[in-house]
């Protein structure tokens, strides 16, 4: 009897330890897409932050990583959110590393006002790379005629269809340059006081927890169960945040009607991004 009126009690006044919200962010960071297999992007996280941190009794959102990074952009905007709502709500953020947060995934990462990581994660890799495929002679081969009309000299820089050009590649880098001007910037500001003196902290390189440590990249070593515990008291829970669920049990938002064609193109996408997701994981041995 005494334990169900005092779950009739507001939260405050309960005896029963702090809530510690968790968001978990998994996957590569791919702009769109998610039809066919869920991406990290900003469109799919924001509901989930908005509601971890709209629980107004804890003191701190707890967000776990676990991606090898993936388009700029999104790493910056989801970035960008959690530090708007961590002061909007005035929350701690406490971030912690699972296996990876290397390139856009340390980008998110450095939202936090302290990273801890396990001895074994990678972190880093604070570089910008792009890919992809070149086929000059597959059309030829194969007895088909490509017809491309543009107005703009440059529109069909770095066509797959074409033989590669240096100003296209110079283009290019000078691209890759800026964005890792952008990003070198925001390691600076977010880990300031902390960051070590070291030329190859920006040099694309990733390492362990332990040595991400060494090189002021994170704050700690540990897991967040125990470490949430030892800061809020061993009655301290963890609760995850997800995102809502629809009539039917279905992950929300987002649900349109889906055509044949669509469903073809959306598989042929789902493929393309499964690739790209692939490639980032194996570079890091995962």
Do not use: C
């Amino acid at each position: 009897m005494a334990g169900f009126l005092r779950k009739l009690l507001p939260k405050r006044f309960r005896k029963d330890g702090i809530t510690i919200p968790v968001v978990r962010l998994q996957g590569a960071i791919i702009s769109g897409g998610g039809q066919f297999r869920p991406t990290l992007n900003l469109a799919n996280v924001a509901p989930v932050l908005e509601k971890a941190f709209a629980m107004k009794d804890a003191p701190a959102v707890a967000i776990s990583i676990n991606s090898p990074g993936g388009s700029p952009v999104q790493s910056r905007l989801i970035f960008t959110r959690i530090r708007e709502l961590a002061r909007e709500k005035q929350k701690k953020v406490l971030v912690f590393v699972e296996d990876v947060a290397a390139s856009g995934g340390y980008m998110i990462a450095l939202a936090g006002d302290e990273i801890i990581a396990d001895a074994t994660s990678i972190v880093g890799s604070i570089g910008v790379v792009s890919g992809g495929f070149g086929f000059p002679e597959l059309l030829k081969k194969i007895g088909v005629e490509r017809r491309v009309y543009t107005a703009g000299e440059n529109k069909v820089i770095l066509d797959p269809f074409q033989p590669e050009k240096e100003k296209d590649i110079e283009y290019l880098k000078s691209l890759q340059l800026e964005i890792h001007q952008v990003f070198i910037s925001m390691v600076r500001e977010r880990r300031a006081g902390k960051l070590k003196d070291d030329a190859t902290v920006f040099s694309g390189l990733f390492w362990s927890g332990t040595r991400g440590l060494e090189l002021g990249l994170i704050d700690g070593l540990g897991d967040m169960r125990q470490e949430l515990k030892r800061r809020y008291g061993q009655k301290a829970k963890l609760e995850l945040v997800t995102a809502g669920r629809g009539l039917f049990g279905r992950r929300i938002p987002g649900v349109s009607p889906v055509s044949f064609e669509g469903a073809a193109s959306g598989l042929a996408t789902g493929l393309v991004e499964a690739a790209e997701e692939r490639a980032l994981w194996s570079r890091f041995g995962l």
